[in-house]
């Protein structure tokens, strides 16, 4: 699987192991490099039956992905055309897997990574916010380092909605109760990795020295698994537990575009003035938010 | 939004946060009082557009509220005229909205507290059992005070069942396994912080001394949202998680008037010679039904 | 209910709650004798209206049940022959119940069990592992006992599926993100009672010197109740939690049987040449999996 021309991604495989590191300084966020390499990725190792199992890591201590690139809130002139970029770029990186009716290209992705042979496996040490998160939510399986993981979903601050999957990806995962799910998307509130597993935003919080082993063992375990075994559970577990129709997608992409307005271009400009999008403002996010 | 004539609720606006504050002692029972108020409350609320939040809060520090008024139970002659004159009450709090067939006045209200604009917070300290407990159970989120909250519903050692939407209600919120509703609603155990969280009873629990300012935090934090992001997450999340079907409700209810005998009758009178529906007796409720 | 003719159980009945005891030494295999007794069990007491509650324990300290019989699995010649007489002994346990088009007898139970009038409640301390946890998750409730229990689904190592409706079950049990039940069936990992809870593959993890006088406790509670009240609660309950489609279950059952190759068969002889199903080995399942 030729990968070297994914910028931002680091790519290794090892039995039947592939280990995607993103490696896209100076916060990894989802922008319009990122995005389209992440879903050239996904459409490769689809047909990569060397590779049965998929972690997600990051390259820097501090940054899983800070977020989407405020670029898209910042300019209403230049949103459109912005926006048409990165959704080109991400066409082009799989132009033969089409992008479903009403659907947004992150909404796509999320779809394509769930359908992925491949079991997926997020490994979350640092922050994940907006659509940092919203990716890792979209995987398989979910490991929060304890006392490092930082996780959240600040669009609502920010005038709009997590419009890459987020919104009803974070109500399938924290369960049709919507409680917690709607605390967490209307808070905007940073959850560590103790909180994040008794929500359901990740499987378990694992202490930060043995994440590593942990996730290690659990893919390479899963690695050798018969291939027809992991997909004869798949499939079954998918009739309990399916997907997310493409409508509640469509639902979530249009309710993003309606907020698209004035008053968010303005907020957004105000947040980058206060820090956001640099390291030192996204340490602390939430509190920046709630100065503004 | 003028509540002057809501017997029994304490109500204050500000910044676009509405508390309501349960008052009516001893107990704030559910009845002919305090249901029609609280239905008349939420009929208006739903109209307010300067309110974006409402707390649901009670001024007795040991009782959120103890349950339903036991009269509704104990003379077989006088239910039917009891209940339909606290229905025709509750009715004439909101004369416009209809109740839909074949459900009953308390299920109606949590349909509607469901469907309202605003985000609707319980914050829970003190008993909340029977009906109290159900109306926390329809609100968008529910918070509990380590140590000094307890949730029950003792409706089955009643010999009734959790009529007002708690049955459904439990189902939903614990999960579709249904094994925590079913131990909760055939236990009829009373529900510590703790277990309520680990349960999905509420989102969480929160050291006693700190959950005014965390619900105030949060409530604020919402209630500066623009009110389309709120509408766009509440519209998005609902298509993963949808309300709770008409026809539920009607099983529910159906369910209800059916366990309504002699039998019934004959212990609810037991349970009042016993101390239910005293500040006494409800401290220690549990114990008492498991001894008669 | 006369219930001597059903080997490897000891059944007691007292104030309304049958205890089922697995008594079926070394390991309490399901196997062609437990199966057709447990069947058997199910279909009389579904009739018996003095028993209101069941509880499901195991005679043997260590092991409620391994798993069921590697037989079943090591030979391709005798497979359908034993399976046939196993599933011609369960059938003939309950010749008028007949078993659902696409499923195998494993799932019928499942079903069975699901739609008993009693309330089941299962007591987990030792190891239950493949169709034993199968079991134990079709119950109404569970509860393990910390430090005692271990549950796990260890079949994806042994190149199939849990087939006897486990798949469906644990997707049902752990939520409908599916990302806690994909981590328990491909990692074939062991689950102890604290993680069991946190997961929701049981209500809750009880202290193993408590565990007996708490389910002591619960079953009783439920035994007194109206059997009227349980009933109308379990069906309202069932609105919201509907049981899993016989299609889940025929799907499940597909993909067993196709897993069903002479890889698997060889997998099944190399296990048993390294103690699995020996006392001995099952104590350490994991580990001699994990190094085959």
């Known amino acids: 699987m030729p990968c070297d021309d994914l910028t931002g991604l680091r790519i290794t495989v090892d039995n039947g192991v592939a280990t995607l590191t993103l490696d896209h300084p100076p916060l990894n966020l989802m922008d319009g490099v990122l995005l389209p390499s992440l879903r050239g990725f996904v459409n490769r190792v689809r047909y990569d039956t060397g590779v049965r199992v998929v972690v997600f890591d990051r390259a820097d201590p501090e940054f899983f992905s800070a977020h989407g690139d405020m670029a898209y809130l910042t300019d209403p002139e230049a949103l459109p055309a912005v926006t048409a970029a990165a959704t080109a770029a991400a066409i082009a990186a799989a132009p033969d897997v089409p992008v479903p009716d009403g659907m947004n290209i992150l909404e796509a992705v999320s779809d394509e990574v769930r359908s992925l042979p491949q079991v997926t496996i997020g490994k979350i040490a640092g922050f994940a916010r907006g659509a940092?998160?919203?990716?890792?939510?979209?995987?398989?399986?979910?490991?929060?380092?304890?006392?490092?993981?930082?996780?959240?979903?600040?669009?609502?601050?920010?005038?709009?909605?997590p419009g890459g999957g987020g919104t009803v990806n974070m109500a399938r995962l924290l369960g049709r109760a919507r409680a917690r799910a709607l605390e967490l998307l209307l808070g905007s509130e940073l959850v560590d990795a103790e909180l994040a597993e008794r929500y359901g935003l990740v499987n378990r919080a694992v202490?930060?020295?043995?994440?590593?082993?942990?996730?290690?063992?659990?893919?390479?375990?899963?690695?050798?698994?018969?291939?027809?075994?992991?997909?004869?559970?798949?499939?079954?577990?998918?009739?309990?537990?399916?997907?997310?129709?493409?409508?509640?997608?469509?639902?979530?992409?249009?309710?993003?575009?309606?907020?698209?307005?004035?008053?968010m271009v303005a907020s957004a400009h105000k947040q980058l003035a206060a820090g956001v999008q640099t390291r030192e403002g996204e340490r602390d996010l939430e509190r920046i938010l709630d100065t503004l």
């Not at 890792?136 to 909605?161: K, N, T």
């Open 132 to 161: 940092g998160n919203e990716f890792l939510m979209y995987l398989d399986m979910r490991f929060a380092a304890i006392g490092r993981s930082g996780q959240a979903q600040p669009e609502a601050v920010m005038d709009i909605l």
């Open 207 to 263: 202490p930060a020295n043995e994440i590593d082993a942990f996730v290690d063992r659990l893919a390479r375990r899963i690695a050798r698994l018969r291939p027809e075994v992991v997909a004869a559970i798949k499939a079954t577990v998918e009739t309990i537990t399916p997907k997310i129709p493409h409508q509640a997608y469509a639902v979530e992409n249009a309710a993003l575009f309606s907020l698209f307005t004035d008053d």
